[in-house]
């Protein structure tokens, strides 16, 4: 088996019609106007928003209820399926761009909180032991001697590594904090992540 290196790393468009990708991945929001030039201001779900930067296609979808991660907003007309990204960069704490064919603050304020989607295949290349949350999530998880300790539902940022949320075999989403397994995403504990057979292999007991 593949012993993993010291450090494992996690990663947790004027408007035009275009067929939405197969594999879209949600990556952000837009919150609002910035400017009165047409630019926007944008809130990118993870901590590394390589992949917005990545992209200068990216496709909407509305939020139209305060249970999505954006504002709720009820609109006159429809968003646009499509945004060509022309600049985009770091402003203190958040992210802003400027949209080909969005040239006011009007025209801006009627993206507010269009939920944004990329292409996967569009995100930036990773490191050989460098992985996306996105990809993690749904592998099944087995450990040394090839027992299956469960399948991944998702991870948390502990700051200097992230840990796998493991759903054990039997149960079925969703499951209460207890009965997760929770493995730390760190070369101690992570031998083996293979993306094509879908499988994670640990040093995790199954009474940890």
Not at 79 to 106: F, T, W
Not at 162 to 187: C, H, N, W, Y
Request: hydrophobic share 40%; charged share 25%.
């Amino acid at each position: 088996m593949t012993r993993a290196p010291t450090e494992l790393q996690t990663s947790a468009v004027g408007s035009t019609e275009q067929a939405w990708p197969e594999d879209a991945i949600e990556v952000g929001c837009i919150l609002d106007a910035w400017g009165v030039k047409g630019w926007i201001r944008v809130q990118a779900y993870s901590s590394d928003a390589q992949a917005l930067f990545s992209s200068r296609r990216w496709f909407l979808r509305p939020n139209e209820t305060s249970e999505g991660k954006g504002p709720a907003v009820v609109r006159s007309k429809p968003l646009p399926r499509l945004l060509k990204i022309l600049s985009i960069r770091e402003h203190g704490e958040g992210i802003v761009a400027s949209v080909q064919d969005v040239a006011d603050r009007n025209a801006a304020e009627a993206l507010r909180g269009a939920r944004i989607f990329i292409s996967r295949s569009a995100f930036p290349s990773t490191n050989p032991d460098e992985y996306y949350w996105v990809d993690l999530i749904g592998l099944n998880v087995v450990n040394r001697q090839g027992e299956a300790l469960g399948e991944v539902i998702g991870l948390i940022d502990a700051g200097p590594h992230s840990v796998l949320r493991i759903m054990p075999p039997g149960f079925t989403a969703p499951i209460k904090p207890d009965q997760e397994r929770l493995v730390p995403f760190v070369a101690a504990f992570v031998d083996d992540v293979d993306l094509e057979q879908r499988q994670i292999t640990v040093d995790w007991g199954l009474d940890f």
